[in-house]
């Protein structure tokens, strides 16, 4: 039986995600919410979807459909995902997972209140490519430090320099660079090595109030973690997870598609790893599986590695003076 699946989004990323759950014989897209009824309608034709909805309640309450993936600004993350999991639907929330830890926890409270599955889906901890990288972790000896980069300048950006602001850079809707690049950086790193003991965060902010760039270090015993992230530049060097017998070079930290160790001596050993052309689908299958087997939350992309995450990231930006109108709601 497939899981029929309704989209709350209907951006880019989603067609990449509906692109690579093409291939997933366990998913069918069932119906597709957006705003407007009439784009709801014209994008979900094209990939076969008979409902539309411009209400996310009267989507949530069908029950034609099992599960939503959320891929709405960020900060609609919690209340999107909350709403239809109040009416039993299952969650694949896009990442960042929330605008904050607090609604994080509320996420989760939610999930666990009324039986569904709940996962964020953060795609690069969920690749074959991950896991073989940390399987040769012990090469490297005792980890030193974690380098994680993640540079990227904007496809809005000479918008936003022509004083045309698009979403990529409005605090009003969770965004900037921490949330929407440097979270690649965070997550995986928090899925390796746990929970950092402090953290150090630098920024810079930009005039619609959001970052634009920032570097954050994370103390851990015996190791620290340097992550640095933009949405302003571009870099072009590795990520790198350092050890006292080498280090293991990480091309590309928002995919993972290729991997080496450098020794001492200067000698390398290629990390062979999975050339995908989409690697959202092992989320898909991952969602999937879970749902088909009973499951209410990851192995993998856990509960507790999303509340850790949005933990730092809300510490980080405390420290560079980055707060959203999400987060006067705690106050």
Not at 78 to 88: D, E, R, W, Y
Not at 163 to 182: H, R, T, V
Not at 186 to 209: D, H, R
Request: proline share 3%.
């Amino acid at each position: 039986m497939k899981i029929r699946f309704g989209i709350a989004g209907t951006s880019a990323i989603t067609e990449r995600f509906l692109g690579a759950a093409a291939g997933n014989p366990d998913f069918e897209l069932k119906a597709v919410y957006s705003r407007e009824l009439e784009r709801a309608e014209s994008f979900g034709k094209k990939f076969g979807a008979t409902l539309f909805f411009d209400d996310l309640e009267k989507m949530a309450e069908s029950d034609e459909v099992d599960a939503v993936y959320i891929a709405s600004p960020n900060a609609l993350h919690a209340s999107q995902s909350i709403l239809c999991m109040k009416h039993g639907k299952h969650v694949l929330c896009e990442k960042p997972f929330a605008s904050n830890q607090a609604e994080a926890e509320d996420m989760i409270e939610a999930a666990r209140q009324n039986g569904v599955l709940l996962m964020e889906a953060m795609k690069t901890t969920l690749t074959p490519n991950f896991h073989t990288v940390k399987d040769h972790l012990y090469k490297i000896g005792k980890v030193r430090r974690y380098f994680g980069n993640y540079c990227r300048v904007s496809s809005r950006y000479d918008n936003y320099k022509k004083g045309i602001i698009e979403n990529a850079f409005k605090p009003e809707l969770s965004n900037g660079s921490l949330m929407d690049i440097g979270v690649y950086c965070i997550y995986p790193m928090v899925s390796l090595f746990g929970e950092p003991e402090s953290l150090k965060a630098q920024g810079i902010l930009l005039e619609t109030g959001v970052d634009g760039q920032g570097t954050v270090v994370f103390k851990y015993d015996g190791m620290e973690a340097v992550i640095q992230h933009s949405k302003i530049t571009t870099s072009y060097i590795p990520s790198e997870i350092q050890g006292d017998k080498g280090s293991l070079i990480i091309d590309s930290i928002n995919n993972w598609r290729s991997a080496r160790i450098r020794y001492l001596d200067g000698t390398f050993e290629k990390i062979e790893l999975e050339d995908e052309e989409e690697l959202m689908h092992h989320e898909i299958r991952e969602m999937t599986d879970l749902i088909k087997n009973g499951k209410l939350e990851s192995d993998q992309n856990t509960h507790e590695n999303s509340r850790i995450t949005m933990k730092l990231m809300d510490e980080a930006r405390r420290q560079i003076g980055l707060s959203y109108p999400a987060d006067e709601k705690l106050e």
